[in-house]
């Protein structure tokens, strides 16, 4: 609406404010207060229940001096490195070729997007039982005739997290290849007209020239696939457990376990403390240049 | 990602351009449906093994290989996954689950597609002063993981008296959905022609009749969106479940963790795989039915992570 016709007394437009009410409490008491308050616990040495008993930062040392922690880190890390690769990979490549002028476009859309209509719980359930050692892939392959092949990610504890990044990446490439797609028909037909005309092969005109343009897309799948690494949880608890031992082990999940079951709420608070400045890093950032420019969106 | 949703939104819509190619069996094509095809197999295997891992019957399941196609087709792994399926004392199968998901899913989806709604259309029409303040920040908050706002939750609910009952969750729901829906239905109403709101105005029509009686008939199709994403999310959903229900109130997705990944008893993964694939059902049904607009869907709500 235009500027001018903003109203200036405070109960002209009363109706509107009283819409908004949900969100202005949300976003006051439940974002910012509550996320300031775990902040602010997360300094204290709650145990059972939330006491403001302030111990500096202890809960911090002790939270980097636990093993799960560090596993847990070390996990993430593994994970979100090869997740971004591979889904940025293999998502781009997948809209590359669904932007062929493919015939059954949308048959092959729907079959790579369906994982992600899914529940982590089920994909979790599913991998879990297809890696199954003793009736899985491996027994599979082994009773073709190489019997003494090994893959056995479930029960591995240093290959652990690839089993759950196989299961990751079956749910979530379709998301990332959607959101290319988009990006891709988003380049105007002109700019391939006139690289034919040019001679350029078209694998030159895609890096040099198409992916580059599709910056903004770029950025915004970044900060997608990034706030959902921190996030990934519920995949764990359904195909491992966390197992075998702490091998592998995710923050949110420590976060969670010390809440609500180790009875350590500080550590609890400390521990996602530090998943929200891992998200903050990126996100910030990036809602600052999306949404601090254009105000009229 | 408000690009996102303009971009994917129409466009999807484009035919294939330019002339068709003209030999069928092309080295090209060959390269291109060859691994389509390839991926799409990997894609659909997961699914085929539930399938045919719940129609076995346990010694078969024990004796051959997982991606064989069953020899005897039995449905009793369906029936026990749905009717008796055990977890800890309970062994009422995943229909209470089932229930609760339900009783969770269908009041959660419309609370909190009404307040965004009215809200999204708060802030497009009637702004006022202090607004955008407010919604940057819920639009932030999206960001935030959910393990750092849960305990104060708690305490929240606790105080409220709600915590463990399903209304608590579905106020959880309520609020974890606002920011992703809001700026669904901010957008969708941003972008409504200014003069019918203009001429309603002039005719004397105030908030709620604008909203209902305007807006509301003219953006069916972004409610279709806006439940279709709000019916999969909220479905789909474990840790607020874990987190804000007891034994009796959890959801679906809860209970088949828990009966799958319990420890006692001989693990039964023909029921496993039934009680599974009864757990993915509605979310995939959905997105069968919705096509088009579930991928308009995620690609607005792909903020949501």
Sequence with gaps: ?????????????????????????????VFAGGSLWTVLYSFTSSKLL??????????????????????????LFIYGALSLIFQFVIGFLLAALLDQKIRFEDTFRTIFLYPFALSFVVTGLV????????????SVVRSLGWTN????????????????????????????????????????????KA??????????????????????????????????????????????????????????????????????????FAASTMMLLSVAVVVVPWAYLEFGRRRHG | ?????????????????????????????????????????????????????????MPEVRL???????????????????????????????????????????????????????????????RFKGADIFFTVLIVGAFIPYQVMIYPIVILLREIGIYGSLSGLVLVHAIFGMPIMTLLFRNYFAAVPEELFKAARVDGAGFWAIYLKIMLPMSLPIFVVAIILQTTGIWNDFLFGVVYTRPDTYPMTVQLNNIVNSVQGVKEYNVNMAATILTGLVPLIVYFVSGRLFVRGIAAGAVKG
């Excluded at chain 1, 002790?62 to 596993?71: D, Q, S, T």
């Excluded at chain 1, 991998?127 to 491996?138: E, H, M, R, T």
């Excluded at chain 2, 969770?104 to 802030?123: D, H």
Aim: some cysteine; charged content about 15%; proline content about 7%.
């Design chain 1, 1 to 29: 609406m235009p500027q001018q016709k903003r109203p200036i007394r405070l109960l002209r437009n009363l109706n509107a404010k009283i819409a908004a009410v949900p969100m202005m409490l949300t976003a006051t008491f």
């Design chain 1, 50 to 75: 939330p006491r403001f008993s302030f111990v500096g930062a202890e809960q911090y040392e002790r939270l980097w001096a636990a093993p799960r922690w560090n596993v847990a880190v070390e996990n």
């Design chain 1, 127 to 138: 991998w879990q039982w297809i890696l199954n050692p003793d009736f899985g892939v491996q």
């Design chain 1, 149 to 192: 092949f090994e893959f056995n990610p479930l029960y591995d504890a240093d290959i652990v997290i690839f089993g759950i990044l196989i299961a990751a990446l079956w749910q979530g490439t379709g998301l990332i290849m959607c959101l290319m797609l988009a990006g891709l028909r988003g380049i105007d037909e002109d700019i391939w």
């Design chain 1, 195 to 268: 690289s034919r005309v040019d001679g350029i092969p078209t694998w030159k005109t895609y890096l040099f020239i198409v992916i580059p343009m599709m910056r903004p897309v770029f950025i915004t799948t970044l900060v997608i696939i990034a706030s959902g690494i921190v996030r990934v949880y519920d995949l764990v608890v359904a195909q491992t457990g966390g197992g075998p031992g702490i091998a592998s082990e995710v923050p949110a999940k420590y976060v969670y376990d010390y809440m609500f079951h180790a009875q350590n709420l500080g550590q609890g």
């Design chain 2, 1 to 57: 990602m408000a690009d996102v949703a303009e971009i994917s939104g129409p466009q999807t819509a484009i035919e294939p351009r330019g002339a068709r190619p003209r030999h069928a069996f092309s080295r090209r094509n060959i390269f291109i449906y060859g691994t389509l095809i390839l991926v799409a197999v990997y894609y659909l295997i997961p699914l085929y093994v539930m399938v045919v891992t719940s129609l076995k019957g």
């Design chain 2, 64 to 126: 051959g290989n997982i991606f064989s196609p069953p020899m005897e087709i039995t449905f009793e792994p369906w029936v026990k996954a749905w009717s008796s399926a055990c977890t800890g004392l309970n062994c009422d199968g995943l229909s209470r689950g089932f229930w609760n998901s339900v009783r969770i899913t269908v009041p959660s989806v419309i609370l909190s597609i009404a307040i965004a709604s009215v809200n999204g259309y708060a802030l497009a029409n009637w």
